[in-house]
C-alpha cells in the first residue's frame, strides 16, 4: 500500500493529546481523497504516542506515518519541519493539510519553503475543481478558500503546478465526521537520527491550561460586548446563559477592557463558533466578530442602536437596553419550563 | 560587543474600511484605493529590536521593506523611532509575489547586510493575513525561529543566544535558541515608541517625497533616493543578487482564482418588540423548533 498522491494530514499532539483540528482535518481529507479516489495518510510526530493512531482510523486515515522521539515529546520547528520534508518527500502527496494553530502555522511555511511549493493560509473551506490558466488546463485540483484583508474579503487559491498542495485550516470550520469503527488503518513508524544542530530550540518552560471553556462544543452561546459595560455587569450575560444552560462568549473589545477573559473571545483571532443560537448583547458586528459566529444556525442580536450591523446578519433582533431586555429573557424562559 | 539586528516592515493597506473597489479583476489588490500604514504588527517588531539596542550598546538595527515606491514611507517612520540603516527592496519583477516569492526576495536581501545576530518581523500582516513570511524566510535561511513572540526575556550577547517568552493556545512557551534566530513578534506586550521629534528633524528629508502615504504603483526617479543612501538604500533584484524567476509571479505557486467581498446576508429579520410579551413569544418559537429547551 502506497501513500503516493494521498490527501496528507499533519497530525498535531499537545502534550501527548491528539488536537481537535486534526480529527477534523481527517474528516475533511477523507471527503477529499474520496473524490479524488486516493488515500488519507497522516503524520505522528511526538514521544509514547504511538496509541492515539488507534483513536483516528474510524475517522478514515488509512496509514499514518509514526515518528518518535524523547526529544520530539514537545513542538519545534526544525525538526518537525525536517520529518516532514523527508517524508512528503518519499511519499509524494497530492495534498497535505495543517490545521491553523501556532504550530500549524509555524511548521508549515518552513515545508512549503523548503519544497518551493505553495501554501494557502487559514483556509475555511476545501474543495475539488479544474482550473484553466493560460493555455494549460488543470483537473482536480484543491481550492482553498479563505478570509483575508480582515475578512473583508474571501479569496479562492490554487496552486496547480506544483505537488503537494498545501494549506492551513481554521479550527473549528470543518465538521468532524461520525466515527465508523468498521475502518482500519496502519501505523508506519518512519526511523529517523538525529543530531544536536537539529534541535536548536530549548523549551525551558511550558505551561498550558485546557480550556475551561468550551465555545466549540457549546449549542448555545450567550456573549457580551462593550455594550455590557463593566466586569461587574457581565453578570447579567452569565445569568442568561446559566438559565439557558449556554456557555458565555465575548467580543475583543469585552476581553481588552478587562470584563472577561480572553478564553471567552469570539471572532477571527478568537474561537471560531457555530452553535444552534447565538446571542449577541451589546455587540456591533465588526466584520471581525462576525467572522468567528455568522454561521450559527440563529442568531439574536440585542442592542440599543438599530443601526448596528449585527442585526444585518440577525434573525431576531431586539433593539432596546441589554439590562432591561435580558431580565426579560430570563422571566420568559423560566415561565416556559 | 553590539550585535547587527534586522527588522522586516511592511506598508499595507489599512484593510479596516475595505470596498469593492479595492481589488481589480485580475485579482491583485488596488491599493490606491485604501490608506497605506505600517503593519501594526511590524511595529511591535521594530519596538523589540529597539530596545534590544539599548540594552547591547553599540547594537545596529537594519530595517528592509520589500514594496512599491511609497513604501519609503514606513522606513522614514522606522529612522524616526530609531533605526540606524534602512534599505527599500523595490523592483517591478517583485509584483505579485506570494509569500514564497516574498521570503526568497528578503533572504537575498538579508544575505547582502551580512553576517547579522536576529532577525524580526511582525507575527502577521493585516493585508494577507497569512503569517508565512517571517518562517519561510528563516526556512530560506537555514536559520531557527521563534515565532508568536509577546517578549523578549533575555538576550545574551556573549554566548550567541537568546530566551523569549511564545505564545501558545491557552498559555505560553518559554524557548531558548542560539544566534541566528529569526522572531515574529505579537502585539500582545510591545508597545511602540512614537517617533522622535529629534529625529524627524534630522531624518525627514532622508527620501524622496512619497505620496502622502498613499499606496502609488509608479515608480520613483531611483536617482532622488541615491542621494541619501547612507541611511535609506534603494535595492532592485540586481542589488540582492536574486534570481529573477524566484521573484514576483514567476515564483509564486499560489494564484488568486477568485475573489469576492464579503456581504452582509441581510434576510428576514425578525423585529422583537421590547416588552414580556414579545420575548416570551420569541422564547416560545425557539423551544417550538428545539434551538432552545
Ligand atoms: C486584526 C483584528 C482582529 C480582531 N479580532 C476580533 C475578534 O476575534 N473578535 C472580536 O469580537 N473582535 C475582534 N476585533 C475587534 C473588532 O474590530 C471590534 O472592535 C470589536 O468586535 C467590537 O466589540 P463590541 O461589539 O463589543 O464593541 P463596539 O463596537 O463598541 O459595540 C458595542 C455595541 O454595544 C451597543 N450598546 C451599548 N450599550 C448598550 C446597552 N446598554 N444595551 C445594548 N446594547 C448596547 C452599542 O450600540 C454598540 O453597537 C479585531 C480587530 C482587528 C483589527
Ligand atoms: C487576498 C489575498 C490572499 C492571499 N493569500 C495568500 C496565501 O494564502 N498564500 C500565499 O503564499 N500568499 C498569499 N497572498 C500573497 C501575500 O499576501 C503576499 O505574498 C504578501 O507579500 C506577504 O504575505 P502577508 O501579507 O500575508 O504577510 P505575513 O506573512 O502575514 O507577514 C508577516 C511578517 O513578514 C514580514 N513581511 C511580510 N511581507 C513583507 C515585505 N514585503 N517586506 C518586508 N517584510 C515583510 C513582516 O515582518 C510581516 O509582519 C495573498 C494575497 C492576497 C491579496
Redesign the pocket.
Given at each position: 500500500m502506497s501513500s503516493k498522491n494521498s490527501v496528507m494530514v499533519f497530525i498535531q499532539q499537545d502534550d501527548g493529546i491528539v488536537s481537535e483540528v486534526s480529527v477534523e482535518l481527517i474528516s475533511k481529507a477523507r471527503d477529499l481523497a474520496d473524490k479524488l479516489k486516493v488515500k488519507v495518510a497522516g503524520v505522528l510526530i511526538g514521544d509514547g504516542v504511538a496509541k492515539k493512531c488507534e483513536d483516528l482510523y474510524p475517522y478514515g486515515v488509512d496509514e499514518i506515518f509514526l515518528v518518535e522521539d524523547k526529544r520530539l515529546a514537545h513542538y519545534t520547528p526544525v525538526p518537525y519541519t525536517k520529518i516532514m520534508v523527508d517524508i512528503i518527500k518519499k511519499q509524494s502527496p497530492q495534498i497535505v493539510l495543517y490545521g491553523a494553530t501556532t504550530t500549524g502555522r509555524d511548521l508549515g511555511p518552513r515545508i512549503a519553503s523548503n519544497l518551493k511549493v505553495?501554501?494557502?493560509?487559514d483556509c475555511t473551506d476545501l474543495q475539488i475543481g479544474d482550473y484553466k490558466f493560460k493555455d494549460s488546463e488543470y483537473k482536480d485540483i484543491l481550492y482553498?478558500i479563505?478570509p483575508?484583508?480582515g475578512g473583508n474579503?474571501i479569496?479562492t487559491?490554487v496552486a496547480p503546478e506544483k505537488k503537494p498542495q498545501m494549506a492551513t485550516v481554521r479550527e473549528g470550520v470543518m465538521k468532524v465526521g461520525t466515527p465508523n469503527p468498521g475502518l482500519k488503518g496502519k501505523v508506519t513508524p518512519v526511523p529517523f537520527t538525529f543530531s544536536d544542530s537539529d534541535f536548536p530550540s530549548e523549551i525551558l518552560k511550558r505551561l498550558r491550561e485546557e480550556k475551561l471553556v468550551d465555545l466549540k462544543g457549546a449549542q448555545v452561546i450567550v456573549a457580551g460586548g462593550i455594550g455590557v459595560g463593566s466586569k461587574e455587569n457581565f453578570k447579567l450575560i452569565y445569568d442568561l446563559a446559566h438559565t439557558l444552560g449556554a456557555e458565555v462568549g465575548a467580543s475583543r473589545a469585552a476581553v481588552d477592557a478587562g470584563f472577561i477573559s480572553k478564553d471567552h473571545q469570539v471572532g477571527q483571532t478568537g474561537t471560531t463558533v457555530r452553535p444552534k443560537l447565538y446571542i449577541a448583547c451589546g455587540i456591533s458586528g465588526a466584520i471581525q466578530h462576525r467572522a468567528g459566529m455568522s454561521e450559527s444556525a440563529r442568531i439574536i442580536a440585542i442592542n440599543t442602536d438599530a443601526e448596528a450591523p449585527i442585526f444585518q446578519i440577525a434573525h431576531y433582533g431586539i433593539v432596546g437596553d441589554l439590562n432591561d431586555v435580558i431580565p426579560k429573557f430570563i422571566k420568559a424562559f423560566k415561565a416556559k419550563q | 560587543m553590539g550585535l547587527n539586528l534586522i527588522v522586516?516592515?511592511?506598508q499595507?493597506p489599512d484593510t479596516q474600511n475595505i470596498t469593492g473597489e479595492a481589488m481589480k479583476e485580475d485579482g491583485t489588490?488596488n491599493r490606491a484605493a485604501l490608506p497605506a500604514i505600517f503593519?501594526p504588527?511590524?511595529l511591535h517588531?521594530l519596538e523589540a529590536a529597539l530596545e534590544v539596542k539599548e540594552t547591547i550598546p553599540g547594537t545596529k538595527v537594519n530595517v528592509?521593506?520589500?514594496?512599491p515606491p511609497s513604501a519609503v514611507q514606513v522606513l522614514k517612520d522606522s529612522l524616526y523611532r530609531g533605526a540606524d540603516f534602512t534599505a527599500l527592496?523595490s523592483d517591478r519583477k517583485f509584483a505579485g509575489?506570494?509569500?514564497?516569492?516574498?521570503s526568497y526576495a528578503?533572504k537575498c536581501a538579508i544575505e547582502k547586510i551580512g553576517a547579522y545576530d536576529l532577525v524580526f518581523?511582525?507575527?502577521?500582516?493585516i493585508?494577507?493575513?497569512?503569517?508565512?513570511?517571517?518562517p519561510q524566510t528563516a526556512e530560506k535561511l537555514g536559520i531557527n525561529q521563534i515565532t508568536n513572540v509577546s517578549m523578549i526575556e533575555s538576550i545574551d550577547p556573549k554566548k550567541k543566544e537568546v530566551v523569549a517568552r511564545r505564545s501558545i493556545e491557552g498559555g505560553f512557551e518559554i524557548v531558548k535558541s542560539g544566534f541566528p534566530v529569526l522572531v515574529?513578534i505579537n502585539d500582545e506586550e510591545y508597545i511602540p515608541r512614537p517617533p522622535s521629534v529629534i529625529r524627524m528633524m534630522t531624518y525627514k528629508n532622508a527620501s524622496v517625497e512619497g505620496n502622502g502615504g498613499t499606496y502609488d504603483e509608479s515608480y520613483m526617479n531611483s536617482a532622488q533616493v541615491k542621494r541619501n543612501q547612507d541611511v535609506i538604500s534603494l535595492w532592485d533584484i540586481a542589488t540582492i543578487n536574486a534570481d529573477v524567476e524566484s521573484c514576483g509571479l514567476s515564483g509564486s505557486p499560489?494564484k488568486?482564482k477568485k475573489?469576492e467581498s464579503v456581504i452582509l446576508k441581510s434576510e428576514d429579520i425578525k423585529m422583537i418588540e421590547n416588552t414580556g410579551d414579545a420575548i416570551a413569544q420569541m422564547v416560545h418559537e425557539l423551544i417550538a423548533d428545539h434551538t432552545l429547551g
Open positions: 505553495g501554501l494557502t493560509a482553498q479563505r483575508a484583508f474579503i479569496a487559491i | 522586516l516592515v511592511k499595507v489588490v503593519n504588527d511590524d517588531a528592509l521593506t520589500m514594496g527592496i509575489a506570494d509569500t514564497l516569492a516574498t528578503l518581523c511582525g507575527r502577521q500582516a493585508d494577507g493575513d497569512t503569517a508565512q513570511v517571517g515574529t499560489t488568486v475573489i
